[in-house]
């Protein structure tokens, strides 16, 4: 069901950035969300009100602001856990995913992966999704795998089954941040089961775009950031399955994590806590929870049908610059992607170009989008990003394609 | 930052000067910019203390390969303790209208190489001295 009968144009009032122009004067467009997304009214609040109204540590306080500040923050887990179907002793609070991942390949790979076990990943991975399993290879002397992708950014899939035997770990992306491609995990996912994989997704890029069901993806892990679903940076998550979180060993000791300490032994906490040692982020992850909301409210179906949309809008409104040397990369079919459009123009490199568009208000990233083995690959030294997200408008993408003629015009292309 | 590339820069960029290599460069030194991955070499021939001849070759935005052109032809005879003292202005000068700070490390890059070998180890960003 598609829900928001809210436009672009709207939703784009509830966030105050956009209320300030640049210093030149321009209207801020904001193509940048893959990296991190704006913030609703409602978060910002969110994080001000706990601030000044029931600052307290949580758990342990007895009194009224901490019992208030508890209950908050484990609503926003019951809240994140609905919004991925799970179960709120599955949602384990993070830092970023980057953070997410790190705890399960120090908890659980070096636990479970060993020199005969195989690793494997895709070519087109983030480095969050690729440097913790470089460590955890190194560790144990397991293999890195990879599964390969063609000159449009779309995995390959036909050795499949190959490529999976003797592993014991598939990680991969939901989402590329490079190119927006969509994996196919209803394809991946039943084949790593069959071959008695575990299987972690990535969610960073998939989460803040589209609809998520952990259960139904059948997924082991799915590791998320806040900051690029209207979130505040500093909260991510892990969701893990029950039975392998009850079996693995904590991450980071401390505080919160405990349910008895000796001088010599201690009992470890109940699920999620077990994994959440130190004073928590908070602030954060009770404003992660009023994102949460806000995109529940939208409907994450109509998320993802409005940058299907844009997708569509900006490829059709680019399409007369390839005359001049545009080069746009990935699979250019919203239904395999997400808001993502990577491009170059003619000899004008990547920096240059973003710095012109910054002269007309245009955010966009320009470099290797922390995917440098996926660059070097395809032979790409930098491309250029715009991304997008829901409250982008189809004048945002019009901006950007004039800003892109300016480039051609001073570059002479 | 649109006043930035100007008719010369562009030049600069499409068409570098003393772009290339030496038979026996002197002295030579090599970094990238961490910001952009910019990458600049610069190779120098020195005889009795100046910079006879100068070669550089890199890869990256317009703005580090047309400052690193320029610059060659700025200390093409040159002392080379002259070279290791150089200030961000001789780049500031030649290409300085516009660039915004969060580009300026893309402009001093090749200074810096340059400086590096000179001096005979990394020398520190000139925007930062």
Known sequence: MIAATRTPEMIREDFPIFAHPTSRGKRLVYLDSAATSQKPQAVIDALVTYYSEYNANIHRGVYEIAARATDAFEAARVKVARFINADQREVIWTRNATEAINLVGYSWGLQNVSRADAILTTQIEHHSNLVPWQLLAEKTGATLRFIPVDGRGVLQLDNLDRLLDGVKLVAISHVSNTLGTISPLERIVPAARAAGATILVDGAQGIPHMPVDVRALDVDFYAFSGHKMLGPTGIGVLYGKHELLEAMPPFLAGGDMIRKVEYEHTTFNDLPWKFEAGTSNIAD?????????????????????????????????????????????????????????????????????????????????AGHHCTMPLMEKMGWPATARASFYIYNTQADIDTLALGIEKAARIFNV | MDDFYRDFILDHYRNPRNYGHLERPAVWAEDLNPLCGDQIRFELAVDGGVVRDVRFTGKGCAISQASASMLTEAIKGMRLEDVARLSKDVVLENVGIGISPTRMKCAMLGLRVAKSAAIGEIAGWPDEE
């Open chain 1, 285 to 365: 992850a009770i404003a992660l929870g009023v994102a949460v909301d806000y995109l529940s409210a939208l409907g994450m179906e109509w998320v993802r049908a409005h940058e299907r949309e844009s997708l569509a809008y900006a490829l059709g409104r680019l399409a007369p610059l390839e005359s001049r040397g545009l080069r746009i990369y990935g699979p250019k079919d919203p239904a395999i992607a997400s808001g993502v459009l990577s491009f170059n123009l003619a000899d004008v490199h990547a920096h240059d170009l973003a710095s012109i568009l910054d002269t007309e208000g245009v955010c966009i990233r």
